[in-house]
């Protein structure tokens, strides 16, 4: 019995393998969405964001991570912490935002995925 439990917790403590999808691609930089990294607890559904500079950085803050909240009714959307790591993927800076929720506009980089999440009504607000 304790052996399975042990199997079990091992499974949940699992997160999936990271499914990076491209965003957007400007001449400044590249973004990309972590597909599997999506979770729900209420109202609040978050998502991770990947920002890699273009062209690319060397040392520290060569790209980041940064962790979004979404309020699907209502629309909006927050920055809630950015993680900065250096060129070679050690975790540097961590800044703890917790921004205002602000309305999410129809051209942000966010949209597409706010539409795949929370469905076409998200974006009438």
Do not use: K
């Amino acid at each position: 019995m304790i052996l399975s439990f042990a199997f079990l917790a091992a499974g949940i403590m699992q997160a999936a393998a990271p499914d990076w999808r491209a965003l957007d691609v400007n001449g400044e930089r590249r973004w990309e969405w972590n597909a599997n990294g999506v979770t729900r607890n209420g109202e609040i559904t978050t998502i991770l964001l990947r920002r890699f500079p273009i062209p690319a950085r060397q040392g520290a803050n060569a790209w980041s991570i940064s962790r979004l909240e979404i309020r699907c009714a209502a629309g909006t959307l927050r920055v809630v912490e950015t993680v900065n790591y250096s060129s070679d993927g050690i975790e540097g800076e961590r800044d703890l935002q917790q921004t205002e929720f602000q309305a999410i506009p129809t051209t942000s980089i966010i949209a597409p995925v706010r539409d795949q999440l929370c469905g076409p009504a998200a974006a009438a607000h």
